[in-house]
């Protein structure tokens, strides 16, 4: 995970700042890795807003207490005049990595330079906290059990990083050959959300078209004969999965892991999913599977580039609208970072939801679903993870990770003080 934010405080000052849904101009100090009360005002308050109002989710046991001031000598001051002062933007899924892995079909890079660049790009996009949603298929290559090895083996060399990087663990149901060593990855700590993957239906319709049969089969460094063999062979299988799904998600629910469902086509898969334990509904095929997820009070994610696009591209619901109606609470990245922070400004833009109600579906609302408490909002004593960003971008200008710059923009470092 990140480090621990432990050296230099800094005073975020003269910006405009969101503070419970509503962006104000104020400063903002940090201290200890976390966000601390602004002296001499001292007007910031303690609590963290209860779950369903504007804000952070309310975490156990009750409030947060505030952070002491600290020793102002050795404080760095950073001029905001201008620029949104905001919390840092939290993905629960993003699978943009995949392109530094293979930029192209057929051609791969090493995982140790698909992290650092991810990592990069993560940063620039301000984001704070990254579950970099790695799909563990029945495909070779990309997807591969091989190459899951390897990247949690890049992401535990990168560590510590500012980021904090995660893993949501994306199963494809019919992997049955490595099931066994994703229940051994939970058990140890590595992965940080479990979803339920289920394309191989979907695959299998498809094999009759040659075009998207060599898509899969590029993917996978195969040819067009041998995937189409692969995949029969996989599904000859499929009466395993209910099984597998099962131990699966007593793994997750020993180790504490929430879990989300993905791709539900009707309420019965909502159903289904939340039986064994997967209180996220994610990216909701049709309008009434999140409507039923809503009124069992469970968080819905769908992509931020749906919003920016305007819609999905793939022809299922607009997630903007869904979100001003309060269908969907959450936004990922989902293929593309940067639009997980122009979403909600294209949402304000829309002009139903103001901007602060709209970070909250890029922060404070990810951060309740993946049970991370201490993030998502700049109440004093919550995790020092900020963002500056000018709104006419919009753009990031700076990055606070855990109370330390984690990225300093030239802008950024010619408003150090």
Known sequence: MARDGAGTGWAIVGGQVLRDGVVVPGDLAL???????????????????????????????????????????????????????????????????????????????????????????LLASGITTAFLGVTLSWEPGLRSLAMWRALLDALEAARPHPLDLRVHLRFEADNLDALEDALADIAAGRVHLLGFNDHTPSILGKLGNPKEVAKYAGRAGMSAEEFRALAEAVAARRSEVPAARARLAAAARAAGIPMLSHDDATVADRALFRGLGARLCEFPMAEAVAAEARAAGEPVVMGAPNVVRGGSHLGWASAAPLAERGLVTVLASDYHWPALLAAPFAMARRGRMGLGEAWALVSANPAAAAGLWDRGALAPGMRGDVVLVDPAGPQVVAVFCAGEPALLTGEAVGRLG
């Open 31 to 121: 201290s200890g890795g976390q966000v601390a009360a602004v002296p001499p005002k001292g007007q910031e308050r303690a609590a963290v807003p209860p779950r369903g109002q504007k804000g952070a989710a309310l975490p156990p046991g009750g409030q947060v207490a505030a952070a002491p001031p600290g020793n102002q000598e050795g404080v760095r001051r950073i001029d905001a005049a201008g620029l949104l002062v905001l919390p840092g933007l939290v993905d629960i899924h993003g699978d943009a990595h995949e392109r530094g892995l293979q930029p192209r079909p057929g051609i791969g890079f090493a995982p140790e330079l698909a992290i650092r660049d991810s990592a990069a790009q």
